[in-house]
């Protein structure tokens, strides 16, 4: 068996801004896809179904992202472990790494299956999901909570694919499942006539196709990081370590969800047409943050590899170029969105209370999206310089501390939509500061 059949996907040599790159535009077209097909159903939901589906569909954005994104933590910890080993040229444990992962990913699937589907009602009640919206987002959570498995075990699949350097191959199956959804989308909805249950439906279904196609590729390839259903069980030592570096990224993406879920209850308390227009502006931030996932996820596999092989020198160039790229692509996609604002959000729904809330919130937040990328790309840094602990403890501060104490006071007295758009640029120059700081403290300890 070999270690790797394509040398090329290796990040250890080569040009530097040439390697992150083309690591990088595979993610960012695999996420452009995915963000579309996640558009998709609101769009077919806003436009065919009517706004208080499309409040249906928002009301569960954060909660599917707290409870699934816990587990996604430990799939960036398991990458992370598994491209150190590769860089370290470490075949066994490479093996290791990889079973290891999927075991993690198994069980994880059950248990937020579980837990999804028997609490998806008490969840949406506490977030003050108001009652003419609660029983269809229960049901479209229930149903998105049942397939949750695909999305999993997908995440753990590519994670393993992307940990050596292959992006081109994650990004094949996505094209494929997206073009699924949108077909399902328009048979479930438009034909059959079916309500959020048809956009949960053609979601989950899409999510397990590209599951399928991912593993295949695992199960197939004749490099170390081939999976054997006979070797998939927990190897303690790799557990540490997937703990190590997943377990605080793990409370991080939770904290952060926890905190937008209380911001998404105080933008509940102004009605189903603010969710709506939160909701289409959401999608908008998913299409901006595009680079930011795609220079993320490269940034950590470029690291965790060069300093598996000891390449330090190689480290600090390549954290100078991905810093920079993120936050020039991030500005120009902001000022797009500014610009572009009361068109892009009536694209989901045209009712005028609908587009002035999405707008109001677009071009607040919209000019600040530097300071977005910077803080995510430098965690996605510390990350793969083994200190996963300094940006959770950052993101528990600025991100979630800071923001729940506003809301707890100012938002209790001052009860305004503006409060919910200008806590994020408030909060993400507040990390970005911080990061700062860190990046020269590890700098005089020669951590890079």
Known sequence: MKLFSKKDNLMTEGSIAKKIILFAIPIFIGQLFQQLYNTVDSLIVGNLIGSSALADVSATGTLIFLVIGFFFGFSMGAGIVIAREIGAQNKENISKAVHTAVAMGLVFSAVITAVGVAFSP????????PQEVLPEAVLYLRIYFLGCSGLIMYNTFVGILQASGDSQHPLMYLITSSFLNVILDVVFIAVFKMGVDGAALATIISQFVSMLLSLRRLVKTDEMIRVS????????STVKEIVHFGFPTAIQGSIIDLANIL????????GKDAMAGVGAYS????????????????MSTYIS???GAGKKDRVKKGMRFGLLSTAVSIEIIGVLVFILAPLLIEAFNSDPQVVEFGVTRARITSLFFFLLGFSNVTSAIMRGLGKPTAPMLTMLICWCAVRVIVFMTIGRVYHEFLLTCWIYPITWAMSSVVYLVLFRRYKKQGVY
Do not use: C, D
């Open 122 to 129: 008490l969840m949406l009640r506490i977030m003050g999901t």
């Open 229 to 236: 259903f006979k070797k998939i069980r927990f190897h303690k």
């Open 263 to 270: 911001i998404q209850s105080y933008v509940n308390s102004f």
């Open 283 to 298: 999608k908008l931030e998913g299409f901006a943050f595009l680079p930011v996932i795609a220079f993320s996820m490269a």
């Open 305 to 307: 590899q060069n300093l």
